[in-house]
């Protein structure tokens, strides 16, 4: 089988932060995938770059604040045939040390806001739904 380089899987990244009151941030996507939905703060992994290193810069590109990661929350595994994309995408949980979120790259993200977990919006993305139900159980 032969694989097309865009067809190979791509790595990503996100943070699960949440507040002194257990609610998670989220951010609303301009860009696809996943378009319009609400999902974890992240991005791409450049090369050479280690996970935890590019969580940290995502989150401050995105959003203007310093992180703190704790440990592995889940490991994606998001496959889009439709887009021919495949990404892995480690979600570490997160806190804040400093600044207060808001939107750094107004192209790529509309909204940020805390959500608790029982009152998250509809769309949410493939990552973030998957990363919760491996840490909600019933």
């Known amino acids: 089988m032969t694989v097309k380089t865009e067809q190979a899987p791509r790595v990503g990244c ?55 990661l704790q440990e592995l929350a889940h490991l994606v595994n998001y496959i889009d045939i439709d887009l021919e994309q495949h990404w892995l995408a480690p979600v570490y949980d997160a806190i804040i040390l400093s600044g207060a979120p808001r939107i750094q790259e107004p192209l790529a993200l509309s909204s940020c806001a805390w959500f608790a977990i029982d009152c998250l919006p509809d769309q949410i993305t493939e990552a973030t739904h998957q990363t919760l139900a491996s840490k909600i159980k019933p």
């Open 14 to 68: 996100g943070a699960l932060i949440t507040n002194e009151k257990g609610e998670i941030l989220l951010v609303k996507r301009l860009r696809e995938p996943e378009a319009g939905f609400w999902g974890f703060p992240g991005g791409k992994v450049d090369f050479g770059e280690t996970i935890e290193a590019a969580i940290c810069r995502e989150i401050k590109e995105e959003l203007g604040i310093l992180i703190e």
